[in-house]
């Protein structure tokens, strides 16, 4: 009688294993750079943002008449001071909360009330579909910058007008995108089945419509807090924001304006912090959407 061999376990090579890796790695990050750079950006801003009362290197608010517009690298600055003696980094690097906060909160506030508007609008049709597309679209005439200012200035300047002022301006465009693909969602057939079953219109809406909706409505709020980091910015800078000594870079940007002949760099740096910040969540965006839909990543 033979007795049963045991397995032999199988070895893999190191080559092999390097191989698995870069293919969970390529899996994991969609095969796309811009995910990644994306990703990395924003990571990076949100760590900042986390560590910044214990990594500063000096006091945001803290000023210094005997070193005012100091060049990076001097003075013990890293990237020096801005036009009232404040170290540039330090005040970025708190900064970074405001400017996620301007751009996250209003971006998923006018998610829920715009995609909230949307649905009802795109399910229910009729003349309730008609009015909430005609205010819609008188909200669509007006620039949405202006629109903003007028409203931060009704409501006076401040973190919390100008984050309402966002709201209002935002709460349009996911509305209307929301609309047009409920509009298109009530065509499919499992829809239509649904309804014909006796499913309630509410139990449809949730279980049949709402996540189909999902992928793109998440695509399209990570590219709207890119443009919203802008907006937000544009907004301080016109003093709308956060009032001073906050550490606001939009703020930081406008202060900046009386050195940008002698000490450029005040004004600069925080510009293109903002460049870079809203570059990292467009990035995030197109990523996320190669991701859902691979049919736009062949088409590049």
Known sequence: ?????????RTVSRPRLR???RER??????????TAIGGGIVALTVLVALLAPWTAPADPLATDPSAIGLAPFSGGHLLGTDEVGRDILSRLMHGSRLALLVAV????????????IGLVSGYAGGWLDSVLMRVFDVMFSF???????GIGVALGPGLTSMVIAMVVVTVPEFGRIVRGSVVSLRQEQYVEAAAVLGYRHRRIALRHIVPNLLGGLTVFATLQTGRNVILGASLAFLGLGAQPPAPDWGQMLSGGRALLVT????????????VVLAIGFNLLGDGVRDRL???????S
């Open 263 to 274: 000490s450029p760099h005040v004004a600069t740096i925080p510009g293109l912090v903002i």
């Open 293 to 299: 839909d691979p049919r736009s990543r062949s088409r």
């Open 1 to 9: 009688m033979n007795a049963t061999a045991a397995p032999v376990p």
């Open 25 to 34: 790695l390529r899996a994991a990050g969609g095969g796309n750079a811009t």
């Open 143 to 149: 620039p949405g910058i202006l629109l903003a200012l």
């Open 19 to 21: 191989e698995r890796l």
């Open 105 to 116: 909160v209003p971006t998923l506030i006018a998610l829920l009330i715009g995609g909230l």
